[in-house]
């Protein structure tokens, strides 16, 4: 699941600009009851039955339900680009939606 936002022309961000968000994303759930998990993203690259499945974005906090399934995931994405372009903005609607709190 994208965000509604998600742009398939985004431009990929740098790891400098995914590290920003992240910590960014942690700053906003600071008057939050969270657990050190909220502060846990990942992009996993995964094959499956013989098969390359693609790259997933993870994340398995409490505080941001955006991601689908009982794995707090979004996927699979057709390269490790896509997945980041992905994360940055799942963690976006993150930010917004920890201060919207």
Excluded at 15 to 29: F, G, I, P, Q, R
């Amino acid at each position: 699941m994208q965000p509604a936002h998600y742009a398939a022309a985004a431009k990929t961000p740098s790891e400098a600009e995914l590290t920003a968000l992240v910590a960014e994303y942690y700053e906003a759930l600071a008057g939050d009851v969270h657990k050190d998990c909220d502060g846990h993203w990942r992009i996993s690259e995964d094959w499956s039955y013989g098969a390359h499945a693609g790259w997933f974005v993870e994340h398995d906090g409490y505080c941001y339900e955006g991601l689908e399934g009982d794995y707090g995931e979004d996927g699979p994405h057709p390269s490790r680009e896509a997945a980041e372009r992905c994360m940055a903005e799942h963690l976006r609607t993150a930010i917004a939606e920890a201060r919207e709190r």
